[in-house]
């Protein structure tokens, strides 16, 4: 399918949605939030690992603020049926998609490109990546779900720090912070994330989803809950095809040839 805003690829078992409006630093519109949900909902074909990156020099700058009418996403009433019927849809479809994600942030990944880019299971930022909470500066609130990652990804003091200063978090920052899990020169950035989406793409695919699930409630259940969240994992990823070629090849001493199945 053709978008406006986006531009979905889909090659050897890697989906690749790359945000498009460079001229705007790809602001995030209610109508790019649409058609990566769209996207996301879609038949991705084979696709068993998706990458998400921007073109042009920034990831994301954040929701479009410049729209009027009646999809202006500014103002009170219109940030929250913003947020509630677009962008937060959004960030879920990510956080229950069934393949790995690798977000490849180049530039900016500011206010909700920032919850996008930080969404990935693999964040790999080029040197000039930064993540940046910038709301305070326009007297807003943070969204897209940052107030829920950043405490657990960098603890309280340091999610204050970028949500309260609204300062920039360079990308050598935010791996020292333990927030993302890369920083490479950014002409490599792509190529970087393409060898571990390949790599990925040739795993367990079912284990994977299984996987996200778990580390998505892990943060909210009873350590008996997770438990028993990862017996029924167990269950689920033990059936699989995957799973018992995997057995074959550990008895029989060679590199396992997974399905996603």
């Known amino acids: 399918m053709t978008y406006e805003t986006i531009t979905v690829d889909v090659t050897d078992k890697i989906a690749t949605i790359t945000l498009n409006r460079p001229e705007r630093m790809n602001a995030c519109s209610l109508d790019m939030a649409g058609e990566i949900n769209d996207a996301l909902s879609a038949d991705l074909g084979d696709a068993r690992c998706l990458i998400i990156t921007g073109a042009g020099r920034g990831f994301c700058s954040g929701a479009d603020l410049s729209a009027r009418g009646e999809r202006s996403i500014s103002g009170g009433e219109g940030s ?8 937060n849809p959004l960030m879920m479809n990510l956080a229950r998609l069934n393949m790995p994600v690798i977000t490849a942030v180049n530039g900016a990944a500011a206010g909700v490109g920032c919850s996008i880019g930080l969404a990935g299971d693999f964040v790999i930022a080029g040197k000039s990546g930064y993540f940046l909470q910038a709301f305070v500066n326009i007297g807003l609130v943070p969204d897209g779900g940052a107030s829920w990652m950043l405490p657990r990804m960098i603890g309280k003091a340091r999610a204050t720090e970028m949500m309260m200063l ?25 190529a970087e994330a393409r060898a571990l989406a390949t790599r990925l793409a040739a795993g367990p695919t079912i ?6 699930k778990n580390i998505l409630v ?9 438990l028993l969240a990862e017996a029924e994992g167990q269950r689920i990823a033990g059936s699989t095809a995957d799973a018992m070629e995997g057995g074959m090849a550990f008895l029989e001493k060679r590199k396992p040839n997974f399905k996603g199945a």
């Open 80 to 87: 929250y049926v913003a947020l509630t019927r677009h962008y």
């Open 207 to 212: 284990a994977y989803a299984t996987m996200r």
């Open 218 to 226: 892990a943060m909210e259940n009873s350590y008996s809950e997770q």
């Open 166 to 190: 609204g300062e920039k978090i360079s990308a050598d920052k935010a791996l020292d912070w333990g927030m993302i899990y890369k920083v490479v020169e950014d002409a490599d950035l792509q």
